[in-house]
């Protein structure tokens, strides 16, 4: 079934920027929500930026909102987060999720349906 594999982590320094990348494989996206989140150890997960595979609507959290760009590449299968001005409070592992369910772009993470196993970016100063 459906596959996404992250890749792009890293160790980077304050103010570097990073791409992340989810390959997504094994079934047609088009009506799927893509989204990324993070996780912090001892941290719940936390919602990052969502878009529609088809049609391009996006929604960002307001913490990472100018900073954070969420894109996709429909030929490559293949969604990206494009990460600048890093900090260190954005060390975390970072998750690729697709939602199949609803057409709305969701903020909750219990509403995607799979999930890869994550990358690690660390920012040190």
């Known amino acids: 079934q459906v596959q996404l594999v992250e890749s792009g982590g890293g160790l980077v320094q304050v103010g570097d920027n990073l791409r992340l990348s989810c390959a997504a494989s094994?079934?047609?996206?088009?009506?799927?929500?893509m989204g990324w989140f993070r996780q912090a150890p001892g941290k719940e997960r936390e919602f990052l930026a969502a878009?529609?595979?088809?049609?391009?609507?996006?929604n960002y959290a307001d913490s990472v909102k100018g900073r954070f760009t969420i894109s996709i590449d429909n030929v490559k299968n293949t969604v990206y987060l494009q990460m600048n001005s890093l900090k260190p409070e954005d060390t975390a592992v970072y998750y690729c999720?697709?939602?199949?369910?609803?057409?709305?772009?969701?903020?909750?993470?219990?509403?995607?349906?799979?999930w890869g196993q994550g990358t690690q970016v660390t920012v040190s100063s």
């Open positions: 999720a697709a939602d199949w369910k609803g057409v709305g772009i969701s903020k909750t993470s219990t509403e995607y349906d799979y």
């Open positions: 094994g079934r047609t996206f088009s009506n799927y929500v």
């Open positions: 878009m529609t595979w088809t049609g391009g609507y996006r």
